[in-house]
């Protein structure tokens, strides 16, 4: 059991920012590949972006390049994904999920890659 924890969601405003946190206790996330996925209501669960465990390789999905980083840091053990120029297309419940490759320096975005998944985050944009 890797019991990973959501933290940072909520309403906010088309162009606006918002902050999500990922961490667990007990466990070193810096020994995991980590992915932020995201699910809307009545859709498809659709991977957002992954991080290595180096933590400088990362992977976005199309719609969210340019506005979306996802980072480590190190001192609160959190993978952060800051979430820029926010959308309506945006809303959905936001997973955190890690898993294990067999190299640091590499992710990729797909839910067969992930072993464990938090319990999910809202994120609104209304229009």
């Known amino acids: 059991q890797l019991p990973l924890v959501e933290s940072g969601g909520g309403l906010v405003q088309p162009g606006g920012s918002l902050r999500l946190s990922c961490t667990v206790s007990?466990?070193?996330?810096?020994?995991?590949?980590i992915g932020w996925f995201r699910q809307a209501p009545g859709e498809e669960r659709e991977g957002v972006a992954c991080?290595?465990?180096?933590?400088?390789?990362?992977n976005y999905i199309d719609s969210v390049k340019g506005r979306f980083t996802i980072s480590r840091d190190k001192t609160k053990n959190t993978v952060d994904l800051q979430m820029n120029d926010l959308k309506p297309e945006d809303t959905a419940v936001y997973y955190c999920?890690?898993?294990?490759?067999?190299?640091?320096?590499?992710?990729?975005?797909?839910?067969?890659?992930?072993?464990?998944w938090g319990q999910g985050i809202q994120v609104t944009v209304p229009s």
């Open positions: 007990g466990f070193v996330l810096e020994n995991y590949e």
């Open positions: 999920a890690a898993g294990r490759v067999f190299s640091q320096f590499v992710c990729a975005i797909g839910e067969n890659l992930f072993t464990y």
């Open positions: 991080v290595s465990r180096e933590g400088s390789f990362t």
